[in-house]
């Protein structure tokens, strides 16, 4: 989807991108070389050409912080496929909603292949390097809860990777509520043990392992890695949708 992006260039907006596929072009390639066929202003073709020779070399050099910034925040998941070599699917457990009477008392990452939690008290610190590991984010809510949070524990983390929050491109799908919801909507089910967990009961499970509970840190870590492992498989079974919705757009 990336390569068939025109908005993130300057003076380029969502009605000449939508103009653009409903020519037949879809990606950069195609409108180079159909770029005449366009009822597109010549000032407007130049600039897009431009943004193309730009956009391809940035591509070709993985610099993902270039899309970060350039792309709307509400469109980074058209990005994820080019990306999603050095993705990091995040979610963090709580003692409570707010950043500023609450902490954070478990970070989940996972890249695709392994799932890591990291544990206040522990190796929560961590988090700040692995995090710059990663040329992409992939979170539910994530741009209000998550990572305002790790940012405000964890100040010297930039947050400067291609983020994608699933919650807003699966509401353009109607599939709207909480993560759980979506996932029974999707057919994605989860181990016995957690069926049923919700953020309030990570809430107190944090709190029986602080009285000792050993039991229920590794049914609260068992939670986080279902979160994280299941962002992937959402991503994955949704993408198409995404696209075949935005392009619907332009009709």
């Known amino acids: 989807m990336l390569t068939s992006t025109y908005i993130h260039m300057p003076r ?23 770029r005449d066929e366009l009822l597109i202003s010549p000032s407007k073709k130049e600039m897009i ?37 050095k993705v990091a699917y995040v979610d963090i457990e709580t ?33 700040v390097d692995v995090f710059s590991k990663y040329e992409f984010l992939v979170t539910f809510n994530g741009a209000r809860f998550d990572l305002p949070f790790i940012k405000r524990e964890f100040p010297q983390i930039e947050f400067n990777q291609l983020h994608a929050d699933l919650m807003y491109p699966l509401r353009r799908i109607s599939l709207s509520g909480g993560l759980k919801k979506i996932e029974c909507e999707l057919g994605i089910s989860r181990a016995e043990e957690t069926v049923g967990i919700s953020g309030f ?19 609260l870590l068992k ?17 198409p949708r995404f696209i075949e919705h935005k392009f619907s757009e332009s009709i």
């Open 12 to 34: 380029i907006g969502t009605t000449v991108e939508k103009r653009i596929w409903s020519g037949g072009v879809r990606t950069w390639d195609d409108f180079m070389d159909k």
């Open 223 to 239: 939670y986080n890695r279902e979160d994280i492992v299941n962002l992937k498989t959402i991503m994955e079974m949704t993408l």
């Open 201 to 219: 009961d990570a809430v107190r499970l944090w709190h029986q392992y602080e009285r000792g509970d050993e039991d229920a840190l590794d049914l």
């Open 95 to 127: 003692t409570g909603l707010s950043p500023g009477s609450s902490y954070i008392t478990v970070v989940g990452i996972y890249d695709g292949k392994e799932a890591k939690t990291y544990v206040k008290g522990i190796d929560l610190n961590e988090v």
């Open 49 to 85: 050409m431009t943004g193309i020779k730009e956009s391809a070399e940035r591509l070709e050099s993985r610099d993902f912080e270039f899309f970060a910034r350039s792309l709307p925040k509400a469109e980074h998941w058209r990005a994820f496929r080019e990306f999603s070599g």
